[in-house]
Structures are given as C-alpha cells and as structure tokens.
C-alpha cells in the first residue's frame, strides 16, 4: 500500500489523536546536555557530528532494552549483559526501583513481535559499531 505523503494537517491529526489516547505512544525517559552554539562561521557538519556524539553519549540502556535485544537476537540475557559490559554501554541508573531523578516506573511489557524487539535493540546501536569497523564497515557507518 501507498503512504500518504506528509503534511502539516496530518502531524496536527497525529499529535490530536495522541493526546486524545487514540494512540499510544508508552513511556520515555529524555534528558539534556551542554547546547552546541551555532554562529555565521560554525560547520553545520561539524556541529551535527558533535550533538550526534554527545546525544550517543548519554544513551543508557535498560533492562528492557536488554531483554528486547536477547529476544531479538535469540540469546540469553545475560549473554547480552556481559557483551554489552565488554562494549562499555551505559547502564540506566536505577536506585530501588526508580529512575536516576527519584520518579517510579512500572517495567514495559516485551514486544511480542520480532521486528519491535530489533527497532528497540536499534535504539542503542552505535554501541555495536566498533563489532563491524573492519568487516562491515558500511554496517558499521550505518549503526553509529
């Protein structure tokens, strides 16, 4: 099937009907950092490379991102643990049952297809980029 093309109605009825609970969007965590300053003389590519390095950075990673990565690449949890510990991710500060800034949250249900559980292992992939720099190295470029 076609997709429509985008529009500004369209994203005004996507954002009406996600405030009106006809579409779900779950929870998410966004934080923060240091702003990159734009002046006449700054590289906009430049600058792009640097929020984007900056944004990697401050990805953690969840115990639901790491039982969705299990389940997408059909390996046991703590497998993937102690991968992602040898690749140095950041783990999600949690302090007895709350995030890092004190607020609750109830643990996400697993997706139960195999395509959402690889579009949540996506959401942290350039941790795995380094896997690929000599054998696949437009893998690589792509992940990071």
Request: proline share 3%.
């Amino acid at each position: 099937a076609k997709r429509k093309a985008m529009s500004l109605s369209s994203l005004f009825q996507w954002a009406k009907n996600v405030t009106g609970g006809k579409i779900k969007l779950g929870k998410i965590h966004v934080s923060g950092g240091i702003p990159v300053l734009l002046s006449g003389d700054v590289d906009v590519r430049e600058a792009a490379n640097e929020i984007q390095a900056r944004q990697k950075s401050m990805i953690v990673m969840s115990s639901f991102h790491k039982q969705a990565t299990a389940a997408a690449l059909k390996m046991k949890e703590k497998d993937v643990v102690s991968c992602l510990a040898k690749l140095e991710s950041n783990d999600w500060p949690i302090f007895g049952g709350s995030s890092s800034d004190g607020s609750s949250f109830d643990n996400p249900e697993l997706p139960r297809s195999a395509d959402d559980s690889w579009t949540i292992m996506l959401q942290y992939s350039h941790v795995f980029a380094d896997l690929f720099r000599e054998s696949l190295p437009q893998w690589s470029v792509w992940l990071d």
